[in-house]
């Protein structure tokens, strides 16, 4: 039975099997081309097992770092950020609002606070 060219219609399971796995291609010099070929076989590997390994090993890189990420600016926050409480509520107020942080920068001034070593110096401890 010959196939017209006109009726290129792939079989669902075929169509199903290419949706679930896409083809990846990529241009990489010969040298490393050739060594994929020589040293996955010797693993017993294919290009797809090896992409796998990658996909998974790069996942896990990427977690630390997110995590280390997300850790950092909370301990960064926990440092410099400037909060108070609520005085009818309670609940904590970061100052982040420029007018806000230029009246609390005025007040403390005014207030007396300043570096302990300078306020010692000064001998107002």
Request: positive net charge; proline residues 6%.
């Amino acid at each position: 039975m010959n196939k017209s060219k006109t009726n290129n219609k792939k079989p669902p399971s075929r169509e199903r099997y290419e949706k679930e796995n896409p083809t990846v291609s990529a241009r990489v010099p010969k040298e490393t081309r050739d060594k994929l070929l020589e040293v996955l076989p010797k693993l017993g590997m294919s290009l797809s097992d090896a992409f796998t390994v990658l996909a998974g090993e790069l996942e896990v890189k990427a977690v630390p770092i997110d995590e280390a990420r997300r850790q950092g600016y909370e301990e960064a926050k926990k440092l410099y950020m400037v909060t108070y409480q609520c005085f009818m509520c309670g609940k904590t107020i970061a100052i982040t609002n420029p007018e806000t942080k230029r009246v609390v920068s005025k007040f403390l001034t005014t207030h007396g606070w300043g570096h302990t070593k300078c306020i010692e110096q000064m001998g107002h401890t």
